[in-house]
């Protein structure tokens, strides 16, 4: 790698370009705000953040390394030091909670363009670190970045419609969508709408390929893994889960039952609201599972999988270089381990020598008695118990059988969390572990 | 938009009529049409039509969908109705008919009824060209699953028949007395050739001749096919045994004993055979033994880290001691050993065919390692 001054000039050119163009997005909004005469004020703003991106453009463009704006090397050390799977999966936690509870203010589109821009600005003054530009520019990492910003664009749409809807009803009236309801054809309106979108992808899938060039590799081996080694980056969560399952539960069943969980949704949804329009209040509980389903057990474990771990999976701040020296102490211990040994204090149930297969079998189950008594009932007795608790109402709805299904769905959605938990806080490797039979969970 | 461009083509062959003559029988509209266009200029003649009068459902559907000859009918009718309306709007390609969902926003009943109203309007206005046919003869071809091309003067009987049956029942679009009724004519289809005859019993013709002939062929290529079907299963039975095999053999030797110091992880036989060897303390006994090159997680290859003295798998970040068990990760398992020995001549043999778990005792095996 070269030193960071050299870096720094190649990375100059872009950041230049970059700020240029907050600044002309800030400029745009602030005429059209301007034209609009009912926000001066914002306009004012923008039009101040405009000229600001011009100045941090013209630093970049500077020509001198030392000019170019980036972040402290003392915060970037405090980020890399704070930064570890359990802040970052807290962190993301509670960002989506903040996020929901105070959704009224966040869709604002005052606020939502802040934010957009400090988010823009916090990843260009990280540009500037060596360590952060060379994983974000990665030609395989460059669409997570891309999906990123979508992902928080769609959310905002589909959210501040949501919440539009949400006060009208509230006020007795009928949401937006049915106002304005009018139809239109597929032929030709939806058509030639996607065919227009498919011209333009292209396009920009050609200029894409030309300017970001392929990630090639060296010839495989098969005695010889690239480390890091990565999936492509729609299974990274698929990746990150498997850190903490079994193949044949991380890799085969949680997956199916995504799948499965998925047909199911519109069997399992007994709320005849909220059908056609955007609506958060009128449908919460779908909302949040789903919600939680996809941003945190999947989304945020892409980015994750793409940006946060390197060489031997470990997990590295996003200023921090990626060598695979990096010692992290861990010791895991499976379930039997800890109860047996570290609870009772004796030694491991263990067939004699010989012994037959029933003997064998029945020793096994004796070790694995705690972690499958848990399983047990976590996945047996907790619905019931959720029936005649929490979800009461459900379960009076929904008819024993659609409610036992929604309720193991949930359940099996809620081990990877809870998995990660365990992992994190006892150094849990496996609650049952029959390596024997290649049975862990 | 869609209209515009709809009505346009439907201008266009009219203009193209108009300017053929547009007395003759033409033929029926091209295949391309036969769709589209009933739709389209019905619903912009609808407007046009004195009175859209509600027509049953099931006739109009028909009368859109099956019927493809009337849209030479309609076009007519555009045609008749453009030289009429022609001076109003300055020529026939110059129309610009309205489009058809606003005449549909403003009374959805309309729709049903265009087809039938705009074929009668068409009928009304079809003196001037001559030749024309009503919509209860497309009607009625179109229900009684007659041919739907234009009709013979051989047929114009059964078709008028046809006719009164339809205006006798009740759905249909009763057409009055007082418009005029022509059956378009068109040249008689040639006559249909006539049936092969049947072949006689033992006549023998060429028929016959080829018949025999295929019999015997297919015999032979019967025959052909499992002889080759044979030795390509034979062949195939042959290339499961090369004569040169170019993997690395299950059993090599790797040295002497004394090659492997205490406490050393040997990595350079992995590329080619993937396996460690290693000499190390297991269960309190200095041994020698050959770790599997695979992660019994998910089976990628770990790499040796000195500095740690551990086994690091890149993809899941489990890691294994020196002797092979697992300690942190996802990894359920130790590293597999393969079995060792020492040969005749003192030096190491390790056999890939045989792998030895501990999670099932066998590390205890003798055959799994070598006393050092």
Redesign the interface.
């Known amino acids: 790698m070269h030193s960071n001054g050299f870096f720094l000039k190649d990375v100059a050119g872009f950041l230049g370009g970059y700020y240029t163009f907050i600044a002309i997005m800030n400029g745009v909004a602030a005429l059209i705000l301007w034209r609009r005469k009912n926000q001066p004020g914002w306009a004012i703003t923008w039009a101040v953040v405009a000229g600001v991106m011009m100045v941090l453009a013209s630093l970049a463009l500077s020509g001198s390394a030392s000019l170019v704006p980036s972040l402290p090397l003392s915060v970037r050390m405090l980020v890399n030091k704070l930064s570890g799977p359990v802040l970052y999966t807290l962190g993301t936690t509670a960002l989506f909670t903040v996020l929901f509870v105070f959704r009224k203010f966040f869709v604002k589109p005052m606020v939502a363009w802040t934010v957009l821009n400090v988010a823009l600005v916090i990843m260009g003054l990280s540009m500037a670190d060596e360590n952060f530009a060379s994983i974000v520019m990665k030609a395989d990492n460059v669409p997570i970045v891309g999906l990123i910003f979508m992902l928080a664009f769609f959310t905002w749409v589909a959210t501040s419609q949501a919440v539009v809807n949400d006060e009208r009803i509230a006020k007795g009236l009928p949401p937006m969508e049915k106002i304005n309801d009018e139809k239109v054809?597929v032929?030709?309106d939806l058509v030639y709408t996607e065919l227009i979108c498919m011209v333009a992808v292209s396009a920009f899938l050609l200029v894409w390929a030309i300017f970001l060039q392929a990630p090639l590799e060296e010839p495989a081996?098969?005695?010889?893994?690239?480390?890091?080694?990565k999936a492509p980056w729609y299974f990274l969560g698929l990746?990150e889960m498997?850190?903490?399952?079994?193949?044949w539960y991380a890799?085969v069943v949680l997956p199916s039952m995504v799948v499965f969980g998925l047909m199911a949704m519109p069997y399992l949804d007994f709320n005849k609201k909220g059908n056609g329009y955007y609506s958060i209040e009128e449908r919460k509980f779908s909302y949040l599972v789903y919600q939680f389903g996809f941003f945190e057990l999947w989304i945020t474990l892409i980015i994750l999988g793409t940006f946060l771990r390197g060489?031997?999976?470990?997990f590295f701040g996003p200023f921090e270089y990626w060598t695979?020296?990096k010692?992290e102490v861990?010791?895991?211990v499976d379930l039997p381990q800890m109860f047996w040994v570290n609870l009772l204090d004796r030694p491991l149930p263990r067939a004699p020598?010989g012994a037959g297969l029933l003997t064998q079998v029945g020793t096994i189950l004796l070790r694995e008695a705690p972690g499958l008594a848990l399983l047990g009932a976590y996945l047996v007795l907790l619905p019931p118990l959720l029936a005649v608790t929490v979800f009461r109402k459900f379960f009076a709805r929904m008819g024993f059988v659609r409610y036992m299904i929604m309720a193991n769905l949930m359940l099996l959605m809620l081990t990877l969390p809870l998995k990660m938990i365990l992992r994190w806080t006892l150094n849990l490797?496996?609650i049952v572990?029959i390596?024997?039979f290649?049975l862990?969970f | 938009?869609?209209d515009k461009k709809k009505m346009t083509v439907a201008e266009i062959l009219a203009a193209a009529r108009a300017k053929s003559g547009g007395g003759a029988a033409q033929p029926s509209g091209p295949a391309t049409e036969s769709a589209a266009e009933p739709d389209a200029a019905p619903a912009a003649e609808a407007q046009a039509a004195p009175k859209a009068k509600p027509a049953p459902k099931p006739a109009a559907a028909k009368a859109a969908g099956g019927a493809r000859p009337s849209v030479a009918d309609i076009l007519a009718a555009a045609r008749a109705k453009k030289s009429a309306d022609g001076d109003e709007e300055g020529g026939a390609v110059a129309v610009k008919p309205k489009p058809a969902a606003a005449a549909e926003k403003a009374k959805p009943a309309a729709k049903p009824a265009a087809a039938p109203a705009a074929a009668k309007a068409a009928a009304a206005s079809a003196p001037k060209t001559g030749v024309q046919r009503d919509t209860a003869s497309i009607l009625a071809a179109a229900r009684g699953g007659a041919k739907p091309g234009p009709v013979s003067k051989a047929e114009a009987p059964e078709v008028a028949a046809k006719l009164q049956a339809v205006a006798a029942k009740p759905k249909a679009v009763a057409v009055p007395a007082e418009k005029a009724v022509v059956v378009r004519t068109a040249p008689a289809m040639p006559a249909r050739p006539a049936k092969a005859a049947a072949k006689k019993d033992g006549e023998e013709d060429r028929r016959g001749f080829l018949e025999i002939a295929m019999g015997s062929f297919m015999a032979m290529g019967f025959t052909a096919l499992s002889v080759t079907g044979g030795l390509f299963t034979l062949g195939l039975a042959r290339y499961m045994f090369p004569n040169v095999l170019a993997e690395p053999p299950s059993r090599f030797k790797v040295g002497f004993k004394e090659g492997f110091p205490a406490g050393k992880v040997e990595t350079k036989f992995?590329?080619q055979y993937?396996v460690w060897v290693v000499n190390g303390e297991f269960a309190g006994q200095q041994q020698i033994y050959a770790l599997k090159?695979v992660c019994?997680?998910?089976g990628?290859?770990?790499?040796w880290?000195e500095?740690?003295q551990k086994f690091?798998?890149?993809?899941?970040?489990s890691?294994f001691y020196k002797d092979g068990v697992n300690?942190?990760?996802?990894a359920?398992?130790p590293l597999e050993r393969y079995a060792i020995r020492i040969s005749d001549d003192g030096q190491l043999e390790i056999d890939k065919s045989k792998a030895f778990q501990e999670?099932?005792?066998q590390w205890a095996d003798s055959d799994s390692y070598v006393t050092v």
Do not use: I
């Open positions: 054809l032929w030709p081996s098969s005695v010889k893994t690239p480390n890091p080694s990746q498997l850190v903490y399952f079994d193949p890799g060489p031997n999976w470990n695979p020296y010692v861990l010791n895991n020598q490797r496996y572990s390596p024997e290649s862990n | 938009m869609a992995v590329p993937g090159t019994t997680h998910l990628c290859t770990p790499n880290l500095a740690e690091k798998c890149p993809c899941h970040g890691g300690f942190e990760g996802p359920p398992r999670e099932l005792g």
